[in-house]
C-alpha cells in the first residue's frame, strides 16, 4: 500500500491561482518598437528645431538647422522677440487668458446644467439632444467659420470680442456636454433622491452635490477646452480683424513675424514663446486628462 504524503503531493496541487501568479513582462513585437520609434521621431524632430534654432544666428539655421553650435547659441533672440514692438508678448498672453477663463467659465455654467438633465433623463427627446450635440464634435471648426461671420454681422457682433466668446462657447460645449454625460451617468441616482427628499431642487441638487463629484470631468474639460481656445488660430484671425486691436498669442505672432518671414531668428523665437506656455501645462496636467477621459468610460 502506497502512502502519499504531504511531501510527496503533485506540485499541481498547491500551484496558485491564475490571478495570483506573477505575470511575466511579454516583449513588445518588433512591429510595435519600430512604429512607436518613428511616431516619437516625427513628434520630436519639430520641436528639436524649434528649440535649437531659436537659440542660433540665421546663418547657422539656414546651414545647419540640425547642428548644435555650443559657441554661437545665444539667448539674445528670444529676449528681442520677447522685448520686440511688432509682437506684444505681455498683451497677447494677457487677452488668451482672458478669452480661455471667459470661455472655460460660460462653458461650465452652461454644459453642467445640460449634461446633468441628459444623464438624468430616459426619454427619448434627450437622448436626441445628445445627438444633436454630437454631431456638433463632427464638424471642423474652419467650416463653420464663414456661416459664423455672417450670423454674428447680422447680430452687430462682427469684430468684437463678445462675437468671439460666443463663438468659442459655442464650439467646446459639444465636447463639454459629451463628457459631463458620460461621468454624471456614473453618479448613482439615490443621491439625487436623497437630496430631494431634504428639500433640495433639481437646480440646487445639480451645484451644490452633483457637480462637486464631477471635479476629474471639470478639470478634463478645463484642461482640454484651454489648449484648444490657445492654439486656435482661425477663428481670432477671422472674427477679430486687425483693426480691433485686439490679438491672441497664435494671431500676435503672424501680425509680427509676417513682415520677417524670412527673418529666422525672430520666426522660431516667436513660435517658442507661443507653444512654450501650451507644452509646459500639458505635461504639468497630463494625468488629468488621462483619468478623465477614462472615468466616465465604464459605469459602476
Known amino acids: 500500500m502506497v502512502v502519499q504524503t504531504e511531501t510527496e503531493a503533485t506540485p499541481s496541487a498547491f500551484r496558485a491561482p491564475e490571478s495570483l501568479r506573477p505575470r511575466r513582462r511579454r516583449r513588445p513585437s518588433p512591429l510595435r518598437l519600430v512604429m ?20 542660433k544666428p540665421q546663418q547657422q539655421i539656414a546651414d545647419n538647422p540640425f547642428g548644435i553650435p555650443l559657441s554661437e547659441l545665444t539667448g539674445r533672440y528670444l529676449l528681442d522677440a520677447i522685448e520686440s514692438p511688432q509682437f506684444n508678448v505681455i498683451g497677447g498672453y494677457g487677452f488668451t487668458v482672458f478669452l480661455v477663463v471667459v470661455v472655460d467659465v460660460l462653458c461650465i455654467a452652461m454644459a453642467g446644467p445640460a449634461a446633468y438633465v441628459i444623464a438624468r433623463s430616459a426619454r427619448r427627446r434627450t437622448r436626441l439632444l445628445l445627438l444633436y450635440f454630437l454631431a ?12 459664423v461671420i455672417y450670423v454674428l454681422r447680422a447680430v452687430g457682433l462682427v469684430n468684437t470680442i463678445t462675437g468671439l466668446v460666443a463663438h468659442d ?20 441616482v439615490d443621491i439625487d433622491h436623497a437630496a430631494a427628499i431634504d428639500g433640495a431642487g433639481r437646480y440646487r441638487t ?16 478645463l484642461i482640454l477646452n484651454s489648449i484648444g481656445i490657445w492654439n486656435d488660430f482661425v477663428s481670432p484671425q ?4 486687425p483693426g480691433s486691436g485686439h490679438y491672441t498669442v497664435t494671431t500676435a505672432i503672424y501680425a509680427g513675424i509676417s513682415q520677417y518671414s524670412t527673418d529666422l531668428t525672430k520666426v522660431f523665437p516667436n513660435l517658442l514663446l507661443a507653444v512654450a506656455p501650451v507644452i509646459i501645462f500639458f505635461i504639468y ?11 466616465g468610460a465604464v459605469k459602476g
Open 136 to 147: 456638433g464634435t463632427f464638424i471642423p471648426g474652419a467650416a463653420v467659420v464663414i456661416p
Open 36 to 55: 512607436l520609434g518613428l511616431l516619437f521621431v516625427a513628434m520630436a524632430v519639430p520641436v528639436y528645431l524649434l528649440l535649437v534654432n531659436s537659440f
Open 169 to 188: 462657447v459655442a464650439s467646446t460645449l459639444p465636447v463639454s456636454i459629451f463628457l459631463f454625460v458620460g461621468f454624471i451617468r456614473t453618479i448613482p
Open 285 to 295: 496636467l497630463q494625468r488629468h486628462i488621462v483619468s478623465g477621459l477614462t472615468v
Open 206 to 221: 445639480f451645484w451644490r452635490i452633483v457637480f462637486p463629484l464631477m471635479r476629474p470631468a471639470v478639470v478634463t474639460v
Open 238 to 241: 477671422m472674427l477679430l480683424s
